[in-house]
């Protein structure tokens, strides 16, 4: 079974500009998260899709989004790119976005390492 | 509050010896699932092993185990023989409801 993808793995953009990223889940699985990844402030939570809808979302600026598609593939979208955007984003999907403690890891992918100049 | 928390930044370990990694966590929520993470430099993260709330005996996958303490809401990996490939950052984590938090890490190195 194919893991998690996310492309491009590498971006270097400048202030200013946007940026879309991109996740396809393991197949079968529906749920996609992001994270953002940076040596000072850890591992941040971005926002969460299910089933084409955002089901839950972390404290960012209205500048971060993300959409989720039929398939479940996922992009999330960086506009007006500040340096402080700069960081390892990490995508993971699981089975399901459930209330219930269920066994329901995530799995990661490699991420995309974002530089803002 | 935290929701979770590990103290220790860099711990270090002799090769083939046992290594604990500390890990609280902080939760109202009766019902919650508990994991551990391995990130290499190379930074994807790999699962290495899950609890969950319910669990009545304390989960092993390999060379892991991980030291549940319901009461004291910690929730230990023990890494037995250790190698010189688990050098990495090593995050705890939990999923409450529908969302996921991490600790800030400890960063591992294994000594030859």
């Known amino acids: 079974k194919a893991g998690v993808t996310q492309t491009p793995r590498y971006l270097i953009k400048t202030r200013g500009q946007q940026v879309t990223l991109s996740c396809s889940p393991i197949?079968?699985?529906?749920?996609v998260s992001w994270y953002q990844q940076t040596p000072g402030q850890g591992l941040q939570f971005l926002f969460e899709y299910f089933s084409e809808t955002q089901r839950n979302k972390g404290n960012f600026p209205g500048r971060f989004s993300g959409r989720q598609f039929s398939n479940s593939r996922s992009e999330m979208n960086v506009s007006t790119l500040e340096l402080g955007d700069s960081a390892l984003y990490l995508c993971?999907?699981?089975?399901?976005?459930?209330?219930?403690?269920?066994?329901?890891?995530?799995?990661f992918g490699p991420g995309t390492r974002l530089t803002v100049l | 509050a935290q929701k979770i928390t590990q103290t220790q930044p860099g711990m270090f370990v002799q090769e083939k010896e046992a290594v604990t990694l500390d890990c609280t966590y902080d939760?109202?929520?009766?019902?919650?699932?508990l994991f551990w993470y391995k990130q290499p430099s190379s930074g994807e993260m790999i699962f290495l092993i899950y609890?969950?709330?319910?669990?009545?005996q304390n989960a092993t996958e390999g060379r892991y185990s991980l030291n549940f303490q319901k009461a004291r809401k910690s929730a230990n990996l023990v890494i037995s023989a250790s190698q010189l490939g688990d050098s990495a950052m090593y995050f705890c984590?939990?999923?409450?409801?529908?969302?996921?938090?991490f600790g800030s890490g400890t960063k591992l190195n294994v000594k030859p």
């Open positions: 197949s079968g699985h529906r749920s």
């Open positions: 609890q969950g709330s319910y669990d009545q």
């Open positions: 939760t109202s929520d009766p019902s919650y699932g």
């Open positions: 984590a939990m999923r409450e409801a529908n969302k996921f938090y």
């Open positions: 993971a999907s699981s089975r399901t976005s459930s209330g219930r403690a269920t066994y329901n890891e995530q799995f």
